[in-house]
């Protein structure tokens, strides 16, 4: 019973360097989010896909981009990566974007 | 711009104490709200969902009201235990969105 699963849980990469972030969710869900979450920020919307072959930004999307692979994964892309985007990513799914969501256990990524 | 604020930021409590948890919102045009805990380390985990047209839910010992009108939400929890020591934050979906806006939490702690 995996729900949504984060791969890495933990990365430290360099200024300027790139990854991406992997979600799988196997709930059959049509919605998929990316948020960060920072102390004193509360959890931020990065992007989100309604359904597969749809994405939208969210309310922190700058230096990211998003793939909707297939229904059950929604990756996302740091290009040059910032010492600003260390946190905790979230990802997760819901039924529908009405429904309550399904979270996975999170990435912490630094950025030295 | 929706705004989610939840009070307070932290609550200590003993064991077996009935709490209430308190969160407000700007805009009351709203299609759900919904309440999370989320344990240290880990994601989040819904509890309740209230649909607009709802009053309140109920799910074992937890109890969630909603009044759109006031904007205002609470989350009661009876009988408090130390297992339910964890970060409670409630989110909201405004109409006519598809996306979540988060408050930054209120963390709780019972103790034995």
């Known amino acids: 019973n995996a729900g949504v699963t984060q791969t890495p849980k933990f990365q430290v990469l360099k200024t300027g360097q790139s990854m991406t972030l992997q979600c799988a969710q196997d709930?059959?869900?049509?919605?998929m989010y990316w948020y960060r979450q920072d102390p004193g920020m509360g959890l931020r919307l990065i992007y989100y896909?309604?359904?597969?072959?749809?994405?939208d930004k969210g309310e922190v999307p700058n230096g990211y981009n998003v793939s909707r692979l297939n229904k059950r994964e929604f990756s996302l892309r740091l290009e040059s990566a910032a010492p600003s985007q260390t946190s905790v990513y979230f990802c997760?799914?819901?039924?529908?974007?009405?429904?309550?969501?399904?979270f996975g256990d999170g990435t912490r990524l630094s950025i030295l | 711009k929706q705004e989610v604020t939840q009070i307070p930021a932290a609550l200590s409590v003993p064991e077996g104490e009935n709490l209430v948890l308190n969160c407000s919102f700007t805009?009351?045009?709203?299609?759900?709200l919904q309440w999370f805990r989320q344990d240290p380390g880990k994601g989040l985990t819904s509890l309740l969902l209230i649909q607009s047209s709802q009053r309140e839910q109920t799910s074992g010992r937890l109890n969630a009201s909603l009044d759109k009108s006031s904007g205002r939400s609470t989350l009661y929890i009876a009988a408090s235990q130390p297992g339910d020591s964890a970060t409670y934050l409630c989110?909201?979906?405004?109409?006519?969105?598809?996306?979540?806006?988060f408050g930054k939490g209120t963390m709780l702690l019972v103790s034995p």
């Open positions: 709930m059959n869900h049509n919605s």
């Open positions: 805009d009351s045009a709203i299609y759900n």
């Open positions: 989110a909201v979906r405004d109409l006519g969105y598809s996306t979540l806006t």
């Open positions: 997760a799914s819901s039924a529908t974007t009405g429904e309550p969501q399904h």
């Open positions: 896909s309604a359904s597969e072959g749809t994405t």
